[in-house]
DNA sequence: ATGGTTGAACCTCAA
């Protein structure tokens, strides 16, 4: 069995002790991290390196930052999204996994907020998931065991939200990122969650402001989406929702897909 | 909810 999970950890530094404990209880074989809040010199190596990990990081001062953590060889590393030379934000990167003489690729995003509908941010974040969409337009063609974990920001379904009538047009709950995130999919790209548990309400993100995790107010915003070839190994995905409960949490949850490598 | 919290870095922005 082979474990690959997504993480925003919003910031690995002020994040270290909770994704270090949650490592040793999951023991997940490959990490798709996302905003790192830290510059790749800056990213705390030795903390992950002691457990295992190979690393491939693509930091950024701030803001945004995305990272792989594997316990295989990551080779082939790409950390840029074509299709826009002057996008400075660290927000993509990409590898292959090397295990049992097979290759399985491994991608971590974050795609952008977008603030407020209507917004300049807005705006890019539906330009980046045209991105996204043509990028893995192409990686699909090679027929691979792919995976491509993120933060997407955007809950895909009316049940991955508390209540879809009165969300309806919410930034992450708009028909113009639902749009972009089912066309993406509709490339040939599986949600893992929604494979294995159809009809399970539950959330990956909770607002810090007005204790939304308390009151059970999130949004599923993070998914693992696989290819053709790594559904066909897909035993199990789960919302790890421990991590949450600890002291000084991310405001996400970590995403665990356990495939049949 | 013209609010609420968190993180990084600066005296505010992004989420």
Redesign the pocket.
């Known amino acids: 069995m082979f474990s690959i999970a997504t993480f925003n950890v919003?910031?690995?530094?002020?994040?270290l002790q909770n994704v270090l404990t949650w490592l040793d209880a999951a023991k997940p074989d490959v990490v798709l991290l996302q905003?790192l809040?830290?510059?790749t010199d800056a990213f705390p190596r030795m903390e992950f390196e002691d457990k295992g990990y190979n690393l491939a990081i693509h930091g950024q001062?701030?803001?945004?930052g995305v990272a792989i953590l594997s316990k295989y060889p990551i080779d082939d590393v790409i950390t840029r999204l074509p299709g826009d030379d002057a996008d400075e934000q660290a927000r993509y990167i990409e590898g292959i996994i090397s295990l049992k003489g097979k290759a399985v690729r491994v991608a971590s995003a974050y795609v952008?907020?977008?603030?407020e509908v209507g917004s300049d941010?807005f705006a890019y974040k539906l330009k980046f998931y045209e991105r996204l969409r043509a990028h893995w337009a192409q990686t699909l063609r090679h027929h691979e065991i792919a995976v491509l974990g993120a933060d997407f920001?955007c809950a895909p379904y009316a049940i991955d939200v508390l209540d879809h009538r009165s969300q309806d047009g919410m930034v992450c709950y708009n028909a113009l990122e639902r749009e972009q995130l089912r066309a993406l999919m509709n490339l040939g790209l599986y949600d893992a969650f929604r494979l294995k548990h159809p009809d399970v309400k539950q959330f990956s993100w909770w607002?810090?402001?007005?204790?939304g995790y308390e009151k059970g107010n999130g949004l599923r915003i993070d998914h693992v989406l696989l290819s053709p070839l790594a559904v066909d190994r897909l035993h199990d995905c789960i919302i790890d929702e421990e991590p949450r409960k600890q002291e000084?949490p991310s405001?996400h949850a970590p995403v665990v897909v356990t495939l049949n490598i």
Do not use: F, H, L, M
Not at 10 to 15: H, I, L
């Open positions: 919003n910031s690995v530094k002020a994040r905003e809040k830290c510059e001062k701030t803001y945004n952008p907020n977008g603030q941010k920001n607002d810090y402001r007005g204790a000084k405001d």
